[in-house]
């Protein structure tokens, strides 16, 4: 899908916002046996290489509660995350599904029991302001360093997400809209004046620069 989003990118025109700001909270499964699991929250930014595909990055803390093997009462433990990636937009719509792949970096390793995991995420975001949107993405982590090698499935995670896009940056003489509404009136005049000329009277074709010349038609 990140491949096909590549060949199908196209890139991104002047002024368009290429800064996003992401803040989310998540409920976290790090392991595939549950006996650990917890919620925290995070902060990542994207940046947009084309229309669909970005380059993302961030971190997360979170807090778990796990249960030990030998029994008793539950454990807290903190668990942060820190992670890079690409992110591909499939629909430009305001549901914008999306599919992300990264990198994660997991500290302490004790946490979960493997430092570092691949982690898949496909979701939508809803585009309910020009510069605002919601967004629901559910993850799964591939542990890559376990003492058993790749695991196909270590964990889980579900996050909501809050995305701010700042303003897009104005333009000599106003924004992208109003120039290119310029240009058409423009465009617009040139047609205009470009027909007149073509129409012109025989009068006017033998005026010669700056001043009428004598001649006039006959009674």
């Known amino acids: 899908m990140l491949v096909l989003a590549l060949l199908l990118a196209a890139p991104l025109r002047p002024g368009d916002v290429a800064l996003s700001v992401r803040l989310e909270t998540a409920y976290l499964q790090p392991d595939g046996d549950s006996s650990s699991r917890g919620g925290g929250a995070g902060l990542s930014l994207g940046y947009r290489l084309t ?16 249960q030990p093997a030998a029994g008793g009462p539950r454990q807290r433990q903190h668990l942060a995350m820190v992670f890079a990636g690409l992110e591909a937009l499939l629909d430009a719509t305001p549901i914008a599904p999306f599919l992300e792949l990264c990198v994660v970096r997991l500290l302490p390793e004790s946490a979960a029991g493997y430092s570092l995991a691949t982690r898949t995420s496909l979701g939508a ?15 799964t982590l591939t542990p890559l360093d376990t003492s058993g090698g790749i695991s196909a499935l270590g964990g889980a995670e579900v996050a909501l997400r809050f995305i701010w896009t700042p303003a897009g940056r104005r333009l000599p003489g106003g924004s992208v809209a109003a120039l290119e509404k310029i240009s058409c009136a423009q465009s617009v005049c040139t047609r205009s004046a470009s027909s007149s000329r073509s129409t012109r009277s ?15 038609p006959p009674p």
Do not use: H, K, M
């Open 125 to 139: 975001d809803w585009l309910f302001a020009e510069r605002f949107a919601l967004g629901l993405a559910v993850r």
């Open 202 to 216: 025989p009068i006017r074709s033998l005026r010669p620069a700056g001043r009428w010349c004598g001649w006039r």
């Open 51 to 66: 229309d669909q595909l970005s380059a993302i990055g961030g971190a997360s803390a979170s807090l778990l509660w796990s």
